[in-house]
């Protein structure tokens, strides 16, 4: 799991940064600290990484993406939120 590109969770531990993950079947969406990520999972995995191991809360499907909360980006493009 920690193979893959890209910032990994301690990466983002370090910025005070929160890992955003949604449904793409449903469109639901999550802001998830990254503590207990980091507990869980360890810190050296890849944030795209954490979608295998979440599921949807609102429906139960696996097809969901993370990817990190940068709330000053904005949405990103092509993908429903509907507010936390």
Avoid: F
């Avoid at 193979?3 to 990466?11: M, Q, S, V």
């Avoid at 940064?17 to 449903?26: E, G, K, P, S, Y």
């Avoid at 000053?72 to 936390?84: I, P, T």
Wanted: aromatic share 4%.
């Amino acid at each position: 799991m920690d193979n893959e590109a890209g910032p990994r969770l301690d990466d983002l531990a370090r910025q005070d940064v929160a890992v955003a993950a949604w449904c793409l079947a449903c469109g639901h969406h999550k802001v998830l600290p990254v503590d207990p990520l980091r507990r869980r999972l360890g810190g050296r995995t890849a944030v795209a990484a954490v979608a295998e191991r979440l599921s949807c809360g609102a429906c139960g499907g696996r097809a969901i993406e993370t990817r990190p909360h940068y709330a000053g980006l904005g949405v990103v493009a092509g993908h429903r939120w509907h507010g936390d």
